[in-house]
Nanobody, 115 residues
Framework: QVQLVESGGGLVQPGGSLRLSCTAS????????INWYRRAPGNQRELVAS???????YYDDSVKGRFTVSRDNAENTFYLQMNRMEPEDTAVYYC?????????WGEGTQVTVSS
């Protein structure tokens, strides 16, 4: 079993930056996929970015060029760096770990982009 603890959300002005972190409760090696999802009020959950065990990355068109997903295997921690943020980025962000044929979810962290 793995617990994921998220941090780094908060309030930021348009054009600003935040870095979300997601830390696993145990060593999970390097063969896994991390997905970052978000859910805005009234919307369905959407996949924002992901990184695989071979370090292949995916970004939704809405965040491409602004967000960067990364991971630190030694620390079992995964990151979503968000730059040039826009009000449309306001949502609850969730990390999702796919490891050994199972899915694990973080508790979510609120990100609000507003002046």
């Amino acid at each position: 079993q793995v617990q994921l603890v998220e941090s780094g959300g908060g309030l930021v002005q348009p054009g600003g930056s935040l870095r979300l972190s997601c830390t696993a409760s145990r060593n999970i090696g390097s063969i896994y996929t991390i997905n970052w999802y978000r859910r805005a009020p009234g919307n369905q959950r959407e996949l924002v970015a992901s990184i695989t065990g071979s370090n292949s990355t995916y970004y939704d068109d809405s965040v491409k060029g602004r967000f960067t997903v990364s991971r630190d295997n030694a620390e079992n921690t995964f990151y979503l760096q968000m730059n040039r943020m826009e009000p449309e980025d306001t949502a609850v962000y969730y990390c999702n770990l796919r490891w050994q044929l199972r899915n694990y979810w973080g508790e979510g962290t609120q990100v609000t982009v507003s002046s």
